[in-house]
């Protein structure tokens, strides 16, 4: 079989799995692999790889030098083929960014609240229909907000007071107990419900959440760089946050309920957010397999209001901001404000995922100001909170997705396509082919 038979057979195979772009734009995309197996048929398969990467390590080039980003960490691993890319600086201070940093995560710390929650459905602790005041008599006001509603975000609320303004922990968390609801089924992507699940989750199982997420998230995977509390001798690896030398997080919010809650505080790797998303496909002992489709491939939201998001309230699906047009319709997605991204999705039955993490909260105080009062913004939020300072930078202010994130997550896209076709092209070749291919570059060159 030649090129252009297995190319065509691949294009069709994936229209007809599912994909948002037609058979001749999936087409135009892997027939760049051809020239470039025929410009380096000597080379290594690593070699190889690198040569595929041009369009990505020249974007992240663009907008690492337009934008006040101190560094990153992107990874694309599909089927045998990881490849994992970091430059610039870690932090402020010049320190050089490693391929193991620790991103502040934001909000893709709600897809950790999720798993356990799909879990602790699982084990009979409660079920979809649990109503979240008899679970947990502290939020008297949530007499009629059940579990399924919080999951989904399907939710307005109403709550006495201002978490952002508490003077305490135990303030911020009475407020927060306040929670109530005005009306239900209509998408509102809010943290309030992810926080309230945290407290339900700990208050069934009789466990802390710190114990929650090792139990069931950092064991079962052995995750090595995830944690809610930084141990101190992971400190210098943080990113991602203007109270990195804290070991904090950059929301607000999280601060004031205790330093993290469910839907902010999560720090975590390239490589763990690589191994988590690839789990929730093959690993039933991980998420429950018989959720998964209910999580992914199906948008209950976006058929009616184009919210493009899944029964997961979290998870991003179908395209818009975070999922391109080149991707599987089975891909899903989970974002940070701190510009933060992971995917994961199935192309012609090889399973691929990637990261996008980038560290503009890590610029610094000093240039954080100065770029406020240029730009006449306000995202800088200097506070004291028991004791301690802390800042809070909304980059999204500054950096709106579609000038940073959209054109890294396009080329991101064309490489998981190239990718998943060389994977296509090995096992045509070398079926008996088992190696893993790593290719790792620091500041646009291949490490060899």
Known sequence: ???????????????????????????????????????????????????????????????????????????????????????????NKQ????????????????????????????????????????????????????????????????????????????????????????EKNDYNYIDYGMMCLKDVMEKVTGLSYEELINKYIIQKLHLENTFINVPEIKRDLITGTPNSEIGKNNDLKAIKLGGYSGHAGVFASSNDLITLVKNLYINPNFFPSKYLSHTYTESEFSKVKGWHRGIMGNACVGVGGFVDKLSPTNESSYQGSTKTQVNMGDQNGILTSSTILMNPSSMGLEKAKELEEKLNKKFVTEYNFEGQDYVQLATQIVLPLTTVVKPLREEMAKLKLKLAFLNTLIREYEPNYNKSVNVEVENGKLRR
């Open 1 to 91: 079989m030649n090129f252009n038979k297995i190319a065509e057979k691949f294009a069709v195979d994936a229209v007809k799995q599912g994909s948002y772009a037609s058979k001749e734009e999936i087409l135009q995309v892997i027939n760049e692999v051809e020239p470039v197996l025929k410009d380096n048929k000597d080379k290594s398969l690593e070699e190889i790889v690198y040569a595929l990467l041009p369009g990505l390590l020249n974007q992240t080039k663009e907008v690492m030098n337009s934008n006040p980003i101190p560094g990153y960490v992107m990874q694309n691993n599909t089927g045998i083929i990881n490849v994992t890319s970091y430059g610039g600086d870690i932090d």
């Open 95 to 182: 320190n050089k960014m490693s391929k193991d940093a620790i991103f502040d995560i934001a909000s893709i710390s709600k897809l950790f609240a999720q798993i356990i929650s799909y879990n602790l459905i699982s084990e009979g602790y409660y079920n979809f229909d649990s109503v979240v005041s008899d679970l947990d008599p502290r939020y008297k006001n949530a007499t009629n907000l059940d579990i399924k509603t919080i999951m989904g975000f399907t939710f307005s609320y109403n709550i006495e007071g201002n978490i952002n303004n508490a003077t305490s922990i135990e303030e911020a968390n009475q407020i927060l107990h306040t929670l109530g609801v005005i």
